[in-house]
């Protein structure tokens, strides 16, 4: 089994750009797409990114995912923050024995 | 327009039984698995198994296999998830949300389901 490991909390003010990094345990993090959900206080998860990069219909641009074999690691990124984008964000992938394996989370406070 | 509705807070003592529902509108329910997420009080999400409503193909994350039942109804497009048993721990938010494989990648979700469960 593999693990998702992210930060369990950054902070960023408004207008500027953060990055929340997804560091895959075991296994290459480019063999399996990976999915980043966005939990608001109080709220359902929903889909930012799914398929590494793949943005919902309705997802502002502003949200971008990326993939880094040499880190082994996956990236959301927001960019030109807002205060509505204060949340958890949690990244989830899977393999052939795992269907679904989730990260611990990452709080995001937009301050 | 995409829709799962969850069934509504539950409040339970231990070793009661419990079936809460998931009901999916507005696209083919036998076509895409439902899955189920727990969040304990605090804490993150835990994936805990899925279905295929078309032939109830059934897969179960190891740490909740034997403890959970899930089980869907595709004449009412609603997916289900049981207890027999309940024990303290099993408070937490319950979630369903599709994936349109067996390797997940949700898409929709429901609202959540609060399960409570105490003495």
């Known amino acids: 089994n593999f693990m998702l490991t992210q930060p369990h909390s950054v902070s960023e003010s408004p207008g500027k750009t953060v990055t929340i990094s997804c560091t895959r345990s075991s296994g290459s993090i480019a063999s399996n797409y990976v999915q980043w959900y966005q939990q608001r206080p109080g709220s359902a998860p929903t889909t930012v990114i799914y398929?590494?990069?793949?943005?919902p219909s309705g997802v502002p641009d502003r949200f971008s995912g990326s993939i880094d074999s040499s880190s082994n690691s996956a990236s959301l990124t927001i960019s030109g923050l807002k205060t509505e984008d204060e949340a958890d964000y949690y990244c989830?992938?899977?393999?052939?024995?795992?269907?679904?394996?989730f990260g611990g989370g990452t709080q995001l406070t937009v301050l | 327009e995409v829709q799962l509705v969850q069934s509504g807070a539950e409040v339970k003592k231990p070793g009661e039984s419990l079936k809460i529902s998931c009901k999916g509108s507005?696209?083919?329910?036998?076509?895409?698995?439902i899955g189920w997420v727990r969040q304990m009080p605090g804490k993150g999400l835990e994936w805990m198994g899925i279905?295929?409503?078309?032939?109830?193909?059934?897969r179960y994350s190891p740490s909740f296999q034997g403890q959970v039942t899930i089980s869907a109804d595709k004449s009412i497009s609603t997916a289900y998830l049981q207890w027999s048993s309940l024990k303290a721990s099993d408070t937490a938010m319950y979630y369903c949300?599709?994936?349109?494989?067996?390797?997940?990648?949700?898409?929709?979700w429901g609202q959540g389901t609060l399960v409570t469960v105490s003495s």
């Open positions: 279905i295929y409503p078309g032939d109830s193909d059934t």
């Open positions: 398929e590494d990069n793949q943005r």
């Open positions: 507005g696209y083919s329910f036998t076509s895409y698995w």
């Open positions: 989830q992938s899977y393999d052939s024995s795992n269907p679904a394996v």
């Open positions: 949300a599709t994936t349109d494989t067996a390797m997940v990648i949700f898409d929709y």
